[in-house]
Protein backbone atom coordinates (compact mmCIF):
# COMPACT_ATOMS: atom_id res chain seq x y z
CA UNK A 1 0.00 0.00 0.00
CA UNK A 2 3.08 2.47 0.57
CA UNK A 3 5.34 0.95 -2.07
CA UNK A 4 7.90 4.19 -0.90
CA UNK A 5 8.51 2.91 3.07
CA UNK A 6 10.26 -0.59 1.34
CA UNK A 7 13.86 -0.58 2.79
CA UNK A 8 13.12 2.74 4.60
CA UNK A 9 15.05 2.50 8.60
CA UNK A 10 12.41 2.79 10.97
CA UNK A 11 12.96 3.48 14.32
CA UNK A 12 10.29 2.21 16.89
CA UNK A 13 10.78 3.19 20.75
CA UNK A 14 8.77 1.09 22.98
CA UNK A 15 8.38 -1.41 19.78
CA UNK A 16 8.23 -4.57 21.48
CA UNK A 17 4.84 -4.01 23.21
CA UNK A 18 1.66 -2.13 22.46
CA UNK A 19 1.04 0.83 19.84
CA UNK A 20 4.94 -0.19 19.21
CA UNK A 21 4.62 -3.57 18.43
CA UNK A 22 1.54 -3.15 16.01
CA UNK A 23 3.55 -0.47 14.14
CA UNK A 24 6.58 -2.60 13.87
CA UNK A 25 4.87 -5.44 12.33
CA UNK A 26 2.74 -2.77 10.00
CA UNK A 27 6.09 -1.44 8.86
CA UNK A 28 7.60 -4.77 8.17
CA UNK A 29 4.95 -5.68 6.24
CA UNK A 30 5.44 -2.71 4.12
CA UNK A 31 8.96 -4.10 3.36
CA UNK A 32 10.66 -1.13 5.74
CA UNK A 33 13.62 -1.99 7.95
CA UNK A 34 12.68 -1.90 11.64
CA UNK A 35 14.48 -1.05 14.69
CA UNK A 36 12.55 -2.43 17.80
CA UNK A 37 14.16 0.03 21.03
CA UNK A 38 12.80 -0.77 24.05
CA UNK A 39 13.38 -1.17 27.86
CA UNK A 40 13.01 -4.87 28.17
CA UNK A 41 15.99 -5.59 25.10
CA UNK A 42 15.72 -9.54 25.38
CA UNK A 43 11.66 -8.92 23.94
CA UNK A 44 12.88 -6.32 21.52
CA UNK A 45 15.39 -8.64 20.24
CA UNK A 46 12.88 -11.45 19.77
CA UNK A 47 10.38 -9.62 18.12
CA UNK A 48 12.76 -8.11 15.67
CA UNK A 49 14.25 -11.89 14.70
CA UNK A 50 10.15 -12.81 14.53
CA UNK A 51 9.97 -9.85 11.60
CA UNK A 52 13.17 -10.64 9.76
CA UNK A 53 16.47 -10.71 9.24
CA UNK A 54 17.31 -7.18 8.44
CA UNK A 55 15.47 -6.18 11.42
CA UNK A 56 17.17 -5.26 14.81
CA UNK A 57 16.58 -5.20 18.34
CA UNK A 58 17.94 -3.29 20.55
CA UNK A 59 17.50 -2.21 24.69
CA UNK A 60 17.15 1.31 25.71
CA UNK A 61 15.48 3.54 28.67
CA UNK A 62 14.19 6.80 26.42
CA UNK A 63 14.65 8.61 30.12
CA UNK A 64 18.35 8.47 29.98
CA UNK A 65 20.32 10.04 27.23
CA UNK A 66 23.71 8.17 27.19
CA UNK A 67 21.27 5.15 26.32
CA UNK A 68 19.47 7.27 23.83
CA UNK A 69 22.26 7.97 22.16
CA UNK A 70 24.06 4.52 21.74
CA UNK A 71 20.71 3.61 20.22
CA UNK A 72 21.08 6.66 17.21
CA UNK A 73 24.43 5.87 16.77
CA UNK A 74 23.95 1.99 16.63
CA UNK A 75 21.24 2.62 14.07
CA UNK A 76 23.70 4.70 12.05
CA UNK A 77 26.97 2.58 12.06
CA UNK A 78 24.74 -0.30 10.97
CA UNK A 79 21.96 1.23 8.40
CA UNK A 80 23.95 4.91 7.34
CA UNK A 81 20.53 6.59 7.80
CA UNK A 82 17.12 6.88 9.66
CA UNK A 83 13.96 7.96 7.73
CA UNK A 84 11.46 7.62 10.28
CA UNK A 85 11.33 8.01 14.18
CA UNK A 86 8.28 6.67 16.53
CA UNK A 87 8.09 7.67 19.87
CA UNK A 88 6.17 5.07 21.40
CA UNK A 89 8.10 4.58 24.73
CA UNK A 90 5.82 4.99 27.87
CA UNK A 91 4.89 3.69 31.51
CA UNK A 92 1.37 3.25 32.95
CA UNK A 93 0.02 6.63 35.21
CA UNK A 94 -1.10 6.62 38.95
CA UNK A 95 -4.79 7.09 38.88
CA UNK A 96 -5.41 8.37 42.15
CA UNK A 97 -6.42 11.26 43.98
CA UNK A 98 -4.01 14.35 43.55
CA UNK A 99 -3.40 14.75 47.05
CA UNK A 100 -2.59 10.82 47.03
CA UNK A 101 -0.27 11.03 43.98
CA UNK A 102 3.82 9.95 44.18
CA UNK A 103 5.41 13.52 43.40
CA UNK A 104 8.44 10.94 42.34
CA UNK A 105 5.81 8.79 39.93
CA UNK A 106 4.86 12.40 38.74
CA UNK A 107 8.31 13.20 37.29
CA UNK A 108 9.16 9.54 35.88
CA UNK A 109 6.10 10.04 33.67
CA UNK A 110 7.12 13.30 32.44
CA UNK A 111 11.08 11.53 31.76
CA UNK A 112 9.57 8.40 29.73
CA UNK A 113 6.67 10.37 28.18
CA UNK A 114 7.92 13.64 27.53
CA UNK A 115 11.71 14.10 27.97
CA UNK A 116 12.49 10.63 26.15
CA UNK A 117 10.31 12.35 23.24
CA UNK A 118 12.72 15.25 23.24
CA UNK A 119 15.80 13.44 23.42
CA UNK A 120 15.00 10.73 21.13
CA UNK A 121 13.60 13.12 18.49
CA UNK A 122 16.74 15.70 18.96
CA UNK A 123 19.31 12.67 18.45
CA UNK A 124 17.14 11.39 15.66
CA UNK A 125 16.62 15.03 13.99
CA UNK A 126 20.45 15.76 13.98
CA UNK A 127 20.72 12.81 11.10
CA UNK A 128 17.56 13.53 9.39
CA UNK A 129 18.35 17.20 8.96
CA UNK A 130 21.34 16.16 7.12
CA UNK A 131 19.57 13.64 5.07
CA UNK A 132 17.28 16.66 4.14
CA UNK A 133 14.38 14.49 4.61
CA UNK A 134 12.72 12.55 8.06
CA UNK A 135 9.54 12.17 9.13
CA UNK A 136 8.68 11.85 13.15
CA UNK A 137 5.75 10.33 14.54
CA UNK A 138 4.96 11.02 18.29
CA UNK A 139 2.03 9.28 20.64
CA UNK A 140 0.05 12.48 22.17
CA UNK A 141 -2.88 11.29 23.78
CA UNK A 142 -6.72 12.45 24.34
CA UNK A 143 -5.14 13.09 27.97
CA UNK A 144 -3.19 15.72 26.51
CA UNK A 145 -6.64 17.36 25.24
CA UNK A 146 -9.16 16.37 27.64
CA UNK A 147 -9.21 16.78 31.39
CA UNK A 148 -8.94 13.42 32.17
CA UNK A 149 -9.65 13.55 36.32
CA UNK A 150 -6.74 11.38 38.58
CA UNK A 151 -4.09 11.42 35.52
CA UNK A 152 -1.86 14.51 36.35
CA UNK A 153 1.54 13.29 35.21
CA UNK A 154 0.13 11.26 32.29
CA UNK A 155 -2.39 14.53 30.79
CA UNK A 156 0.96 16.88 31.47
CA UNK A 157 3.58 14.67 29.60
CA UNK A 158 0.92 14.35 26.48
CA UNK A 159 -0.21 18.16 26.44
CA UNK A 160 3.65 18.50 26.11
CA UNK A 161 4.47 15.72 23.34
CA UNK A 162 1.31 17.54 21.12
CA UNK A 163 3.31 21.13 21.94
CA UNK A 164 6.85 19.93 20.67
CA UNK A 165 5.11 18.60 17.93
CA UNK A 166 4.05 21.57 16.91
CA UNK A 167 7.29 23.67 17.79
CA UNK A 168 9.62 20.76 16.14
CA UNK A 169 7.76 20.64 13.08
CA UNK A 170 7.23 24.72 12.55
CA UNK A 171 11.17 24.93 12.89
CA UNK A 172 12.01 21.71 10.92
CA UNK A 173 9.60 22.06 7.93
CA UNK A 174 12.07 24.03 5.29
CA UNK A 175 14.49 21.48 5.74
CA UNK A 176 12.58 18.60 5.01
CA UNK A 177 12.00 17.02 8.17
CA UNK A 178 8.23 16.66 9.62
CA UNK A 179 6.88 16.19 13.01
CA UNK A 180 3.82 14.93 13.45
CA UNK A 181 1.69 13.22 16.61
CA UNK A 182 -0.90 10.50 16.87
CA UNK A 183 -3.69 10.86 19.88
CA UNK A 184 -5.14 7.98 20.57
CA UNK A 185 -8.57 7.13 22.53
CA UNK A 186 -8.75 4.19 24.61
CA UNK A 187 -7.21 1.50 22.17
CA UNK A 188 -7.48 -2.30 23.80
CA UNK A 189 -4.08 -2.99 24.16
CA UNK A 190 -3.07 -6.13 26.83
CA UNK A 191 -2.16 -3.50 29.23
CA UNK A 192 -5.50 -1.85 28.86
CA UNK A 193 -7.13 -5.29 28.82
CA UNK A 194 -5.47 -6.03 31.97
CA UNK A 195 -6.61 -2.75 33.95
CA UNK A 196 -10.11 -3.77 32.20
CA UNK A 197 -9.72 -7.13 33.70
CA UNK A 198 -8.93 -5.66 37.34
CA UNK A 199 -12.14 -3.59 37.59
CA UNK A 200 -10.11 -0.57 37.55
CA UNK A 201 -11.18 0.59 33.80
CA UNK A 202 -14.96 0.28 32.71
CA UNK A 203 -14.86 -0.91 29.27
CA UNK A 204 -18.98 0.10 28.89
CA UNK A 205 -18.88 3.91 30.36
CA UNK A 206 -15.59 4.31 27.64
CA UNK A 207 -17.95 2.46 24.85
CA UNK A 208 -20.67 4.99 25.58
CA UNK A 209 -18.89 7.71 25.77
CA UNK A 210 -17.36 7.03 22.06
CA UNK A 211 -19.71 7.87 19.08
CA UNK A 212 -18.14 4.28 17.09
CA UNK A 213 -19.04 2.59 20.64
CA UNK A 214 -15.80 0.39 20.89
CA UNK A 215 -12.52 0.89 21.58
CA UNK A 216 -9.92 0.55 19.40
CA UNK A 217 -7.66 -2.07 18.20
CA UNK A 218 -3.76 -1.69 17.92
CA UNK A 219 -3.73 -1.49 14.45
CA UNK A 220 -5.85 1.15 14.33
CA UNK A 221 -2.88 3.26 15.46
CA UNK A 222 -0.32 1.59 13.23
CA UNK A 223 -2.49 2.64 10.16
CA UNK A 224 -2.13 6.25 10.81
CA UNK A 225 1.63 6.15 11.44
CA UNK A 226 2.26 4.27 8.31
CA UNK A 227 0.10 7.54 6.89
CA UNK A 228 2.17 10.48 8.37
CA UNK A 229 5.55 8.68 7.66
CA UNK A 230 4.48 7.62 3.77
CA UNK A 231 4.75 10.64 0.81
CA UNK A 232 0.55 11.05 0.82
CA UNK A 233 1.23 12.83 4.12
CA UNK A 234 4.15 14.64 2.91
CA UNK A 235 2.26 18.30 3.13
CA UNK A 236 1.59 17.84 7.01
CA UNK A 237 3.66 18.85 10.03
CA UNK A 238 2.78 20.00 13.16
CA UNK A 239 0.32 18.54 13.78
CA UNK A 240 -1.98 15.83 16.33
CA UNK A 241 -3.86 13.53 14.62
CA UNK A 242 -7.20 12.26 17.15
CA UNK A 243 -7.68 8.75 16.57
CA UNK A 244 -10.27 8.07 19.40
CA UNK A 245 -13.45 7.12 17.21
CA UNK A 246 -15.23 10.16 18.29
CA UNK A 247 -14.05 10.56 21.75
CA UNK A 248 -12.91 14.22 22.07
CA UNK A 249 -14.90 15.21 19.39
CA UNK A 250 -18.49 14.46 21.45
CA UNK A 251 -19.54 16.14 24.76
CA UNK A 252 -21.10 13.65 27.77
CA UNK A 253 -23.71 11.41 26.28
CA UNK A 254 -26.01 12.36 28.78
CA UNK A 255 -25.94 16.35 26.90
CA UNK A 256 -27.38 14.21 23.46
CA UNK A 257 -30.86 16.05 22.34
CA UNK A 258 -33.40 14.61 22.51
CA UNK A 259 -36.40 16.98 22.94
CA UNK A 260 -38.77 18.80 20.33
CA UNK A 261 -37.08 20.97 18.19
CA UNK A 262 -40.19 23.22 18.15
Known sequence: MYSELASKVILITGGASGLGLAGAIAFAKEGAIVVVADLNQATAITIANQLGTQHLGIGCDVAEEGQVNHVVDTVMEQYGHIDVLVNCAGIADQARPTIEQDVAVFRRLL????????????????????????????????????????????????????????????????????????????????????????????????????????????????????????????????????????????????????????
Not at 114 to 127: E, S
Request: neutral net charge; proline residues 4%.
Open 111 to 262: DIHLTGTYMMTKACAKHMLAQGKGSVINISSIAGVSGLTLRNGYSAAKAGISMITRTMGCEWAAAGVRVNAIAPGYILTPLVQTVIDQGKLDRREIERHTPMGRLGAPEDIAKVMLFLASDQASYMTGVTVPVDGGYTSWGAPSDAFTGSAD
